[in-house]
């Protein structure tokens, strides 16, 4: 169960696009359509961003959006916002009913 | 609205037991499972446990398993996690976290319990 790889951190302007990069393997990411994404704000429990790769849940702006290549998930913030800067998750199904995190990556808004 | 209150986070001694408990509001807990997730100081998530909607069949991370115990009370609409021998390695913030049904996310979390494992 060795956590997911993302990039320490990612910065960029109000109103730009951010992608961040979630590198498993084909045991997780590679294996199942099941990725999502967490948005956390410190001293706040994580928000649900993304499920299933790409679907958005209820109440969460269409500027978040998920993918998938392979073994690589990504998630992109669209037109960048303050509110965004926070902390970011991926999570995967790893098999026997296991879940395996991201090392998370912070978004700073400039 | 769905709402958690988590509690039972405390300093332990090293080999020490604790127990955490998260009462739901909200929803019809009883029919949902739910995770347990940590966070240690300066660290990304964990997936730690999960137990189905009645309870009858539990799932552990590697790194608790034989340690932790998840269960819960549906008549309390309250979820514990029983903790054993507990190591330096569990200092954390521990959430719960509602699954809406498909076993492979998490929909609505809690603020979380602080636990700390020193001597």
């Known amino acids: 169960q060795s956590a997911l790889t993302q990039p320490r951190s990612v910065s960029g302007s109000p109103g730009q696009s951010v992608t961040i990069s979630c590198t498993g393997t084909s045991s997780d990411v590679g294996g199942y359509n099941y990725v999502s994404w967490y948005q956390h704000h410190p001293g706040k429990g994580p928000k649900l961003m993304i499920y299933d790769v790409s679907k958005w849940p209820s109440g969460v702006p269409d500027r978040f959006s998920g993918s998938k290549s392979g073994n690589t998930a990504s998630l992109t913030i669209s037109g960048l916002q303050a509110e965004d800067e926070a902390d970011y998750y991926c999570c995967s199904y790893a098999g026997s009913h296991t879940l395996v995190f991201g090392g998370g990556t912070k978004v700073t808004v400039l | 609205q769905v709402q958690w209150v988590e509690s039972g986070g405390d300093v332990v001694q090293p080999g020490g037991s604790l127990r955490l408990s998260c009462a739901a509001s909200g929803f019809i807990f009883g029919n949902y499972g739910i995770h347990w997730v940590r966070q240690a100081p300066g660290k990304g998530l964990e997936w730690v446990a999960f137990?189905?909607?009645?309870?009858?069949?539990?799932y552990y991370a590697d790194s608790v398993k034989g340690r932790f115990i998840v269960s819960r009370d549906n008549s309390k609409n309250t979820l514990y996690l029983h903790m054993n021998n507990l190591r330096a390695e569990d200092t954390a913030v521990y959430h719960c976290?509602?699954?809406?049904?498909?076993?492979?996310?998490?929909?609505?979390w809690g603020r979380g319990t602080t636990v700390i494992v020193s001597s």
């Open positions: 976290a509602k699954d809406p049904g498909s076993w492979y996310y998490m929909d609505v």
């Open positions: 137990i189905w909607f009645d309870g009858s069949n539990q």
